[in-house]
């Protein structure tokens, strides 16, 4: 059974960052993190700027685990993981993602540029979005 006070609460917490996660999605969209499959130099560019976020906003210390690639400038493909403790130490949550897009296809077939994030109606269009 959900408990709506608290359901609420939560949502408001979340809702209350809405400014801040729209502002990372639009720095994010702007780095076309490619892999290098895809013709492109990898996601090390977009691994610092949520490093910098997660620290920005307090998060716990972040692990770095970097595979390497010889394929991408860097040498590596960069990978994060964050630990956020939690009242009971016995349970986990996890949440993953990835920092890679595909590349955007025919640019034509865009209304904007796919790299600059748009905002309307309430959603974010842009690569990687």
């Not at 979340?14 to 996660?21: G, L, N, T, V």
């Not at 729209?22 to 969209?29: F, K, P, R, Y």
């Not at 993981?81 to 595909?102: C, E, F, N, Q, Y």
Request: hydrophobic share 40%; aromatic share 6%.
């Amino acid at each position: 059974m959900i408990d709506n006070s608290l359901f609420a609460r939560l949502a408001a917490r979340i809702d209350s960052y809405a400014e801040a996660m729209v502002e990372m999605q639009c720095l994010l969209t702007a780095i076309p993190a490619l892999a290098p499959d895809n013709g492109g130099d990898g996601e090390l560019k977009k691994s610092r700027l949520i490093l910098s976020f997660l620290q920005r906003f307090g998060f716990p210390p972040v692990r770095e685990i970097n595979a390497p690639d010889p394929r991408v400038s860097s040498g590596i493909r960069p990978n994060l993981l964050v630990a956020m403790p939690g009242k009971d130490p016995s349970k986990r949550v996890w949440i993953l993602t990835h920092m890679d897009i595909v590349p955007p296809g025919e640019l034509t077939l865009w209304s904007h540029d796919p790299y600059h994030c748009t905002v309307k109606d309430g959603k974010i269009f842009g690569r990687g979005t």
